[in-house]
């Protein structure tokens, strides 16, 4: 079974940056794609962005393309979330979570397998 475990997340000025990690278990060569999801109070979970284990290609959702960028380290078995230009609207929790199998409709939460705990990330104006 697939565990993630997600650090970073805190509070921020808008325009800063902050980083989320988000940490496997051993067995993450059985999961295909890794994403980020957040939800904001009263809000349903959205998609943030997502990276291919093998070839790490990635993509992103529209309101992040350009301040977000997804990495990661197949050594130690974590993806990155680099967060910058952030604005208050980014303000949510946001999930680590694992994909076992293609799918083309990446953004798509069901797809996903397994979900970390989540890490708060607060955006001040």
């Known amino acids: 079974q697939v565990q993630l475990v997600e650090s970073g997340g805190g509070l921020v000025q808008a325009g800063g940056s902050l980083r989320l990690s988000c940490t496997a278990s051993e067995y993450t060569w059985r999961s295909y794609r890794m994403g980020w999801f957040r939800q904001a109070p009263g809000k349903e979970r959205e998609f943030v962005a997502a990276?291919?284990?093998?070839?790490?290609?990635?993509n992103y959702a529209d309101s992040v393309k350009g301040r977000f960028t997804i990495s990661r380290d197949n050594a130690k078995n974590t993806v990155y979330l680099q967060m910058n230009i952030l604005k208050p609207e980014d303000t949510a929790v946001y999930y680590c979570a694992a994909g076992l199998y293609y799918y083309s409709d990446y953004s798509t939460s069901r797809r996903y397998n397994y979900w970390g705990q989540g890490t708060q990330v607060t955006v001040s104006s």
């Open positions: 990276i291919r284990w093998s070839g790490g290609s990635t």
